[in-house]
């Protein structure tokens, strides 16, 4: 995902970590930023022009491509969260290789297009109905690999074990349900044989995930810890998203999962938890104390009502921050960052628990970082040149000052005001178009009639 030769991009005004800086000077070479030149008033000669606030690329920490198929579906009548799940599975039950290839393809690009560069793909639909391998064991996640490369944006494989259908004291927790066989490899040291098997490419990584304490029982926790430690890789899982989940795990272990996570060795630097909204204040210390990270996915926690997860808190015990899109009830990034601060608003009835800045940091280097991409998220020498620009112009961001970028991005635009996203320093989208899959609106709803029942 590289441009094999030197350019120069002329950036309006540049977020750089702290600050809007006007005309800013990015030297690209071999996909990566060789220079930064601060107080350039004027475009050099040949330069491609930037024009609105560029920032570091997105990075979308938290994923399920194949959940852009219930938008609006599951928002008619009322319902909870295991009540939506049971929508989802209609979904899952009708994925191929080639067919969530085509909808991962065209929900990547929707990311592209909202400045997206970087996806954390939690990917749990392995093999085919049925439980069957496919010839390939790995066909569903090398789709989704391709799919992102075809839209031009970078993606951490999160492969994930998910083995049972809830905690119980029957040894190996509850069978997995007829929904659930195509999920599991039946046990940890399987998922781990089929999952060595991945490569991983210029544009893709490989991780793991552990779904949740109730799909992966306690035994197998330290098999999937200690294959994401050998191998230096991420390793997410959703935490206490549901209060039934912390009920069913102190009635099976006298525990909270957190607790549970801790004893099994699989909290750390490089494990990030999914939602962490129901922890005790023990739970919170351990998180923090551990450097375990947290991925807040505010749009799809208000809309399956799994309530605000204690994300100052957390921060403050020392767990970084990063965002997700999780069943994409929409993609936006910015919305994403945006409602975590408002949530945390509407909890204390006060303001300001985050700057811009720090929302920023969220959305972008702390994300890459969650994902392994440790070199993406920051415009400065040596990071991958993987930027987004928003509109300073349009009807949501025209009026403040520009060295309020941060703010307008943040509390005011939307995806809807990203006009380009560069990747390895090659155009993906440009003046909101996207460069590799012409028509993104249809691509989406073709793949999403293909899944119709």
């Not at 044989?193 to 306690?218: F, N, Q, T, W, Y």
Request: one cysteine or more.
């Amino acid at each position: 995902m590289t441009h094999p030769h030197t350019r120069t991009y002329w950036l309006e005004h540049a977020w750089l970590d702290t600050h809007v800086e006007p005309g800013v000077a990015l030297d690209v070479s071999d996909g990566r930023i060789a220079g930064v030149r601060t107080d350039v008033p004027t475009p050099p000669p040949g330069a491609e022009i930037l024009r609105g606030l560029t920032l570091p690329g997105l990075a979308n920490a938290h994923s399920h491509a194949f959940h852009r198929a219930l938008r609006s579906t599951v928002q008619v009548g009322s319902g909870t969260f295991w009540t939506w799940r049971e929508v989802m599975y209609s979904i899952a039950d009708r994925l191929t290789p080639d067919t969530y290839h085509a909808l991962a393809r065209a929900v990547y690009a929707e990311m592209a297009l909202a400045g997206v560069t970087s996806v954390g793909e939690f990917h749990y639909v392995h093999h085919a109905r049925g439980g069957t391998p496919y010839a390939d064991p790995n066909a569903m996640g090398e789709a989704l690999i391709a799919a992102a490369a075809d839209a031009g944006i970078r993606i951490t494989l999160l492969d994930t074990v998910y083995l049972s259908s809830g905690l119980s004291n029957r040894p190996g927790g509850e069978p997995p349900n007829t929904h659930q066989l195509r999920f599991s490899d039946g046990g940890a040291e399987a998922w781990a044989e089929r999952c060595s098997v991945l490569k991983e490419r210029d544009h893709a990584r490989i991780g793991a995930a552990i779904h949740s304490v109730r799909a992966v029982p306690a035994d197998q926790l330290a098999t999937v810890a200690r294959w994401a430690e050998e191998r230096r890789a991420p390793l997410h899982v959703h935490l206490s998203e549901q209060t039934a989940e912390n009920e069913a795990c102190l009635e099976v272990h006298g525990c909270t999962p957190t607790q549970l996570l801790a004893l099994h060795g699989v909290l750390g630097p490089r494990t990030t938890g999914v939602h962490n909204t129901h922890l005790t204040a023990e739970d919170i210390s351990l998180i923090g104390g551990s450097g375990t990270g947290t991925c807040m996915c505010p749009t799809t926690e208000r809309d399956l009502a799994d309530g605000i997860g204690p994300a100052v808190a957390l921060q403050n015990e020392g767990s970084p921050l990063c965002l997700g899109s999780d069943s994409h009830a929409v993609v936006d990034l910015l919305e994403e960052a945006r409602a975590m601060e408002l949530n945390e608003r509407l909890r204390t009835r006060s303001r300001g628990h985050w700057t811009a800045a720090a929302l920023l940091r969220a959305a972008s280097a702390d994300g890459h970082a969650a994902l392994g991409w440790d070199e993406a998220g920051r415009i400065e020498q040596g990071s991958l040149a993987d930027l987004t620009t928003i509109a300073l112009d349009s009807v949501r961001t025209a009026g403040p000052l520009p060295r309020l970028g941060a703010e307008t991005a943040v509390f005011a635009a939307t995806a809807a005001d990203v006009r380009h996203t560069i990747v390895g320093g090659r155009h993906v989208v440009r003046d909101g178009a996207h460069a590799l899959v012409p028509d993104v609106p249809q691509a989406l709803a073709q793949a999403v009639e293909a899944l119709r029942g």
